[in-house]
């Protein structure tokens, strides 16, 4: 089936550093998806992208759409505690469904 | 507007007992999704309505596993027999159109 790269697989970063993870696909996606999930919480929609090329800013977070709609990458800046969680990214199918990454978990070093 | 609502939050069961999980989507969310995520994996699906019609439930195993949404609204999944390797998080989501809004899941633990 279908799958997503999701890289890298966790980080370790120091506070105030920014942050770049990105999804590459074999397939083409309509929309491409960024999700925070904390622990005990289910997945937080952060940023959504709908056209190929396309650059979003949600505060810290800057996420676009690959130019042919097979990848995507998210930027957090000057990252802080509480961005420490795990980020999913996601293509959505014309049904609405949605493939998942496998993840990228962020700890901050103290 | 008010959340997706799960509940239990938690549940503890011995494998080949019966369990049930509750969601509550979003008030005029049409698309409803049951979700199965294992600790350090991405979610997976197993259902999805439309409405109270099932659009895919192609991962669901169906020999155990059994999903309803009633009048479009509510919906429940059911695991009989539970075995050992269903212990995850599961979780509701709902939508319109583009992005789904998830609840907080309910974790099951299988002894």
């Known amino acids: 089936g279908q799958q997503l790269n999701q890289s890298p697989q966790s980080m370790f970063i120091q506070e105030g550093e920014d942050v770049s993870m990105n999804c590459t696909s074999s397939?083409?996606?309509?929309?491409w998806l960024w999700y925070k999930q904390d622990p005990g919480e289910g997945p937080v929609l952060l940023i959504a992208?709908?056209?190929a090329g396309e650059l979003t800013s949600n505060g810290r977070l800057t996420a676009q759409f690959g130019i042919t709609r097979k990848d995507s990458f998210l930027n957090i800046s000057a990252s802080i505690p509480s961005d420490v969680g795990i980020y999913f990214c996601?293509?959505?199918?014309?049904?609405?469904?949605?493939?998942w990454g496998a993840g990228t978990k962020l700890i901050i070093k103290p | 507007e008010a959340g997706v609502a799960q509940s239990p939050r938690y549940k503890i069961i011995e494998k080949r007992q019966s369990v049930a999980f509750w969601c509550n989507p979003i008030?005029?969310?049409?698309?409803l999704y049951w979700y199965q995520q294992i600790l350090g994996q991405g979610p997976k699906l197993l259902i999805q309505?439309?409405?109270?019609?099932?659009?895919?439930d192609s991962q669901l195993p169906k020999d155990r596993f059994s999903a309803e949404r009633l009048k479009g609204v509510d919906s429940t999944l059911k695991i009989q027999p539970a075995k050992l390797e269903d212990s995850a998080v599961y979780l509701c989501?709902?939508?319109?159109?583009?992005?789904?809004?998830f609840g907080s899941g309910t974790r099951l633990t299988v002894v």
């Open positions: 989501a709902s939508s319109r159109r583009y992005g789904y809004t």
């Open positions: 008030s005029g969310h049409a698309t």
């Open positions: 309505f439309q409405n109270n019609g099932v659009v895919d």
């Open positions: 397939s083409i996606f309509n929309t």
């Open positions: 992208l709908y056209k």
């Open positions: 996601a293509g959505q199918l014309l049904n609405y469904q949605l493939i």
